[in-house]
């Protein structure tokens, strides 16, 4: 049986019912297209322990395999991309801890089965990597990290550029939805990202904090893009 309550302190606490397999795959019907593009990006802001961003990497290692299967580089590429971009937030660090592994856990499984002896550590470590930057503990109510020092959170943006190398940008979260007046204050619209469109109507491209990460082949992303 499936185990939707941790602790019922966790459920008076935080409201934490964990969503059963069933009902996570009758959601993700409703948008079954997006959940198997690897360049669509999903966000899970109480992500919990991966109950819908496993079962949506699930689906897309399965497209990335049928087809990419006979092209190890390929199928890593792909995967990389689908794992990428997604992105989630739990108040809960143990919650943050095992949402990782078990997306880790997903991918390794599907590599090694494909690829067996020659599936490459430095593969593993690229994805464990990009987990460690997309899956934040945090509140995604006050847009910041939880622990003692709360900071806000930043998410970080992957390209793949030129085939195989990776690029880096990094956001602030609370920079990623542009403000209800922002159409009032041109200077504030304008640090904001907040453009006009030729149809007339304004246009959002959010404003990188960093961007200048080297650009790297992804199988060395682990190293090169270290904080």
């Not at 990776?166 to 041109?186: M, Y």
């Amino acid at each position: 049986m499936e185990k939707q309550i941790v602790t019922k302190k966790r459920v008076a606490d935080h409201g934490e019912v964990l969503t059963g397999k069933r009902e996570v795959n009758a959601m993700l019907d409703l948008v079954k297209a997006q959940t198997e593009d690897w360049d669509s990006t999903f966000l899970e802001p109480a992500c919990g322990t991966g109950n819908f961003l496993s079962e949506i990497l699930t689906r897309r290692l399965k497209r990335v395999e049928n087809k990419y299967k006979k092209s190890q580089r390929d199928y890593e590429r792909y995967s990389v991309r689908a794992v990428s971009s997604l992105y989630g937030i739990d108040i809960q660090s143990d919650n943050v801890q095992e949402c990782r592994q078990r997306l880790f856990d997903v991918f390794d499984g599907a590599y090694t089965r494909l690829f067996k002896t020659k599936a490459k550590d430095t593969c593993r470590a690229a994805i464990r990597f990009i987990l460690d930057l997309n899956i934040i503990h945090g509140n995604a109510l006050t847009l910041k990290t939880e622990g003692d020092n709360p900071k806000p959170i930043v998410f970080s943006q992957w390209k793949l550029v030129s085939g195989s190398k990776l690029k880096r940008h990094d956001f602030a979260f609370h920079d990623l939805t542009p403000p209800e007046d922002a159409h009032e204050n041109n200077l504030f619209a304008e640090q904001r990202g907040i453009v006009d469109r030729d149809d007339g109507r304004k246009g959002f491209i959010p404003v990188s904090l960093k961007d200048d990460y080297p650009l790297t082949v992804f199988w060395e992303i682990a190293n090169a893009c270290k904080h």
